[in-house]
T-cell receptor
Framework: DVKVTQSSRYLVKRTGEKVFLECVQD?????MFWYRQDPGLGLRLIYF???????EKGDIPEGYSVSREKKERFSLILESTSTNQTSMYLC??????????????FGPGTRLTVT | GNSVTQMEGPVTLSEEAFLTINCTYT??????LFWYVQYPGEGLQLLLK?????DKGSNKGFEATYRKETTSFHLEKGSVQVSDSAVYFC????????????FGDGTTLTVKP
């Protein structure tokens, strides 16, 4: 089974603190994604990466950065947290299935609260 | 651009009732279509998928048929259980750009005994 793990399930931070959220996948997938999930807004893509050291902005990259130094690991960085970054953060990985489609595999999520 | 519109929730049903959650999409190219499910406190997991027109995806009693003519992928189950209570997301992927997915807003299903 594909496993995607995230470094923390719950985090509480103060405004202005720096936060690293780490995501690791064990199936050698090329692509990795960071989303945030908020009530009534569904999943919104923050950043994604299609290879080591390669990244692209998603729909809401402001206030975030990412790092992918190794294929299995994709980190989301919040340089200076603000209360509007309180959210559930979901990491996912994907590959091109032999049947010709991409399927995403999700981690359990990190619920970040910024006070 | 690509978009997915799914039935607004929340949806509340009694056990053994019939479930339909509507999903329609717009996409450039030929998308693959997915339903993901999120149980409380967990991430999303793939429920079923269809990769071309008229394909039917099925899993755990759930079904959805890829209808190109109506650009729809409605989720159905004949008899829901309390354990089906979760949030359901419809999604599409076009096989470019690292398989970036577009998700609907999610529909919360509660099944009462």
């Amino acid at each position: 089974d594909v496993k995607v793990t995230q470094s923390s399930r719950y985090l509480v931070k103060r405004t202005g603190e720096k936060v690293f959220l780490e995501c690791v996948q064990d199936m050698d997938h090329e692509n990795m994604f960071w989303y945030r999930q908020d009530p009534g807004l569904g999943l919104r893509l923050i950043y994604f990466s299609y290879d080591v050291k390669m990244k692209e902005k998603g729909d809401i990259p402001e206030g975030y950065s990412v790092s992918r130094e190794k294929k299995e690991r994709f980190s989301l960085i919040l340089e200076s947290t603000s209360t509007n970054q309180t959210s559930m953060y979901l990491c996912a990985s994907s590959f091109l299935h032999p049947g010709g489609s991409y399927e995403q595999y999700f981690g359990p999520g990190t619920r970040l609260t910024v006070t | 651009g690509n978009s997915v519109t799914q039935m607004e929730g929340p949806v509340t049903l009694s056990e053994e009732a019939f479930l339909t959650i509507n999903c329609t999409y717009t996409a450039t190219g030929y998308p693959s279509l997915f339903w993901y499910v999120q149980y409380p406190g967990e991430g999303l997991q793939l429920l079923l998928k269809a990769t071309k027109a008229d394909d039917k995806g099925s899993n755990k009693g759930f079904e959805a048929t890829y209808r190109k003519e109506t650009t729809s992928f409605h989720l159905e189950k004949g008899s829901v259980q309390v354990s089906d209570s979760a949030v359901y997301f419809c999604a599409l992927t076009v096989n470019t750009n690292a398989g970036k997915s577009t998700f609907g807003d999610g529909t919360t299903l509660t099944v009462k005994p």
